[in-house]
Nanobody, 127 residues
C-alpha cells in the first residue's frame, strides 16, 4: 500500500517562504514520477511541479523562478521550496505519485488524473 504524508504547510506573509515535505512509504520510490499539485479556494486541482528520478523537473508558469521541487531517493522524500509567496499561492498542496516503472515522467504537468497516489494535503495560506 503506497502512502504519502505531507508536512510543512502553514501561514506566512506575502514575500515569505515555506518548505513542504512528502514522506513516501510502501513502494520502490525511484520507479515513480513525483509531483506537487494544489487546489486554491474555489478552484480545481492544478499541477505545480513534477520531478523524475534523476531530478529532471517541470514547473507551472505561475511558480517558475519562485518554487523549487526536489527529491531525495535515499530518504524516499519529496520537497517543495516555496519562495516569494503571493496571496494567490494560497491553497491546499498535495503530493502525488505515479508508477511509470522507470521513474521518468511521461505525462504533462496538467494531467492530474494520471497520478495514482495522493497525500492528504497540507494548507498554505499567504496573507
Amino acid at each position: 500500500q503506497v502512502q504519502l504524508v505531507e508536512s510543512g504547510g502553514g501561514s506566512v506573509q506575502a514575500g515569505g517562504s515555506l518548505r513542504l515535505s512528502c514522506a513516501a512509504t510502501g513502494y520502490p520510490y525511484s520507479s515513480y514520477c513525483m509531483g506537487w499539485f494544489r487546489r486554491g479556494p474555489g478552484k480545481g486541482r492544478e499541477g505545480v511541479a513534477i520531478i523524475d528520478r534523476d531530478g529532471g523537473s517541470t514547473y507551472a508558469d505561475s511558480v517558475k523562478g519562485r518554487f523549487t521541487i526536489s527529491r531525495d531517493n535515499t530518504k524516499d522524500t519529496l520537497y517543495l521550496q516555496l519562495d516569494s509567496l503571493r496571496a494567490e499561492d494560497t491553497a491546499i498542496y498535495y503530493c502525488a505519485a505515479v508508477n511509470t516503472g522507470t521513474g521518468y515522467c511521461y505525462a504533462p504537468l496538467s494531467s492530474v488524473p494520471e497520478y495514482d497516489f495522493w497525500g492528504q494535503g497540507t494548507q498554505v495560506t499567504v496573507s
